[in-house]
């Protein structure tokens, strides 16, 4: 089952890909709240409730989080690991990248990634892609005891 | 002018000063003579020499684990004694002592000797003419420059090496970060386009989708770019492949695409060696250029088959396109050769090098006959899977 309040948080270093996700999110319908930051350090931050993220009311903590490979500070990968190898470790995690270098889908996977996805070129098809995942990932699949 | 008979030459004058190395052997390989070139190479004395074995003279270097040189020597001695016959030994090494006052060390040398019989009247061998070129200098030569090559060789791979990963490097910056522009400017038209909604003037919904057609062309050239570099440079895993899944699976994912086309696969197609995700590119690329070069008035149909050939498995597309003109025939597989001078006509001119680059990194070939106006059969010949 969905806790209540799901919320998804996705973290893309990229204005304008950030800005073609929300309004993916509005197109696709999604009423889960989703909340977005622009490097993987403040990923870590807003998960553990550090820095400026510690009102868990205004930043509340994901059922969901989308990470973009490729990101400043902290990439995709370092994020998940360190969500792995934290109490959080159960947290359904998405990668959502623009390219893959061989290898870069099996070192996500070798951290227990839940999916590799690739972003559309087109916001009808990305739009797509966040009603799928919404539907999902919120919707059909089992949710785990987080922490 | 002197005349009168010619006095006897001195021999022994003649033979010691000729210039070349020589020594004469008895039958049982002692030293009877020897030029004054062959003493001044060897570092050895007349004196010294005569009357002994030669093997005596010239043993093995002790410190050379290798050395061969006696061994190889007295066999070729033997044989000519054997045989009555010269024999001529390939290039030698067979190190040389230094005289005793100057510390009696070995040095490296390198030898081609020759070893001829003199006959007596019975037929028999009197004398061994041992005839030596020493080659050391030469040897050392090639030896070096071959070291000298392959410390280069070295170098240069290594620095293609560090070119390649900063190609790769290169061509993942341009995937991730050019294509995320081609992404905002899709996106944001739409979102204008959305937003206009059907008030919108038409010709500014028409500039409007022309940035997010030129945005996406931009994006697929990229990617076909992406998808022809990585072709050359990784290394294929070859399986068996179930061609009808591959085939069937690029039919079903254009669907959308092929809307107005019509798409007969005439099965079973038979299974093959190949990289899956390789060939399942080349169905698509051949698919979409089999039904993209269609005259306007006529629905594009396209056919796909295969066909056992003698241990192989030829993967045909055909058309009912325009076909290809003659003149274009030899240009067709070169990356970025736009054919169709028509600024309409779809393709990033790369679709068909990457076919053929596929097909040739996969062991096969790829080839076509076309008659223009009428339609092409391309085909791809792939190893035919084991059964």
Redesign the interface.
């Known amino acids: 089952m969905i806790p209540e309040g799901a919320s998804i948080l996705i973290a893309d270093d990229?204005e304008?890909?950030r800005?073609?996700l929300t309004?993916a999110v509005r197109l696709a319908g999604i009423s889960a709240p989703v909340r977005l930051v622009e490097d993987g350090r403040k990923a870590v931050e807003y998960l553990s409730g550090a820095g400026g993220y510690s009102d868990r009311t205004q930043f509340p903590m994901p059922s969901l989080v989308i990470l973009d490979y490729?990101m400043p500070l902290k990439n995709g990968l370092e994020v998940l690991g360190w969500i792995r190898a934290s109490e959080l470790k159960r947290l359904p995690v998405l990668i959502l990248s623009?390219?893959s270098?061989?290898g870069d889908v099996e070192r996500a996977y070798d951290l227990h990634v839940n999916a590799y996805l690739m972003?559309p070129?087109?916001?009808?098809d990305?739009t797509r892609l966040m009603r799928a995942v919404d539907a999902f990932w919120l919707g059909f699949n089992e949710y785990p005891r987080v922490s | 002018m002197a005349t009168g008979p010619l006095k006897e030459p001195d021999f022994r004058a003649l033979f010691e000063g000729a210039p070349g190395l020589y020594l004469v052997l008895t039958p049982d390989f002692r030293i009877i003579a020897a030029s004054d070139a062959y003493l001044r190479a060897t570092m050895t004395k007349r004196e010294d020499i005569l009357g002994r074995d030669i093997f005596d003279v010239f043993p093995d270097n002790p410190t050379d684990p290798g050395a061969n040189g006696v061994r190889n020597f007295r066999r070729s001695l033997e044989k000519v004694v054997r045989r009555g016959r010269p024999d001529t030994m390939g290039v030698q090494k067979y190190d040389i002592r230094r005289p005793a006052a100057e510390g009696g060390a070995f040095v490296e040398r390198y030898w081609r000797p020759a070893n001829s019989p003199v006959l007596g009247p019975d037929r028999k061998v009197r004398f061994i003419i041992h005839r030596a070129e020493d080659v050391s200098e030469l040897v050392r030569l090639k030896r070096r420059s071959v070291e000298e090559l392959e410390k280069e060789i070295a170098e240069r791979t290594k620095k293609l090496q560090a070119t390649v990963a900063y190609l790769?490097a290169f061509s993942?910056t341009i995937?991730?970060d050019l294509?995320?522009?081609?992404?905002?400017l899709?996106?944001?038209s739409?979102?204008l386009l959305d937003r206009l909604g059907p008030a919108a003037a038409p010709d500014t919904v028409d500039l409007l989708q022309r940035i997010?057609r030129a945005a996406?062309w931009m994006?697929?050239l990229t990617q076909d770019v992406?998808d022809y570099s990585r072709l050359a440079r990784?290394e294929p895993n070859l399986t068996e492949v179930d061609l009808e899944r591959v085939v069937s699976g690029v039919v079903e994912n254009y669907a959308g695409a092929l809307e107005r086309a019509r798409v007969r696969i005439r099965a079973p197609l038979l299974p093959v060696r190949g990289q899956e995700t390789w060939l399942s590119q080349c169905v698509a690329h051949l698919l979409d250029n089999a039904i993209k070069f269609v005259p306007k008035d006529r629905t594009p149909e396209a056919e796909i088959w295969t066909e056992a050939r003698d241990g192989t498995v030829r993967l045909c597309v055909a058309d009912n396109g325009v076909g290809v003109d003659p003149d274009s025939r030899e240009y067709i597989f070169l990356p970025f050769e736009r054919l169709h001078a028509d600024r309409n006509s779809p393709g990033t001119g790369i679709g068909l090098a990457i076919v053929k680059l596929a097909a040739e990194r996969m062991r096969g070939r790829v080839g076509f006959d076309s008659e223009p106006g009428r339609g092409s059969r391309f085909w791809i010949d792939l190893e035919a899977a084991p059964r």
């Open positions: 990229n304008d890909d800005f073609l309004e490729k623009a390219s270098l061989p972003k070129s087109s916001l009808e990305l | 790769e993942h995937a991730h294509r995320a522009p081609l992404r905002a899709e996106g944001y739409r979102i997010r996406l994006d697929r992406l990784e």
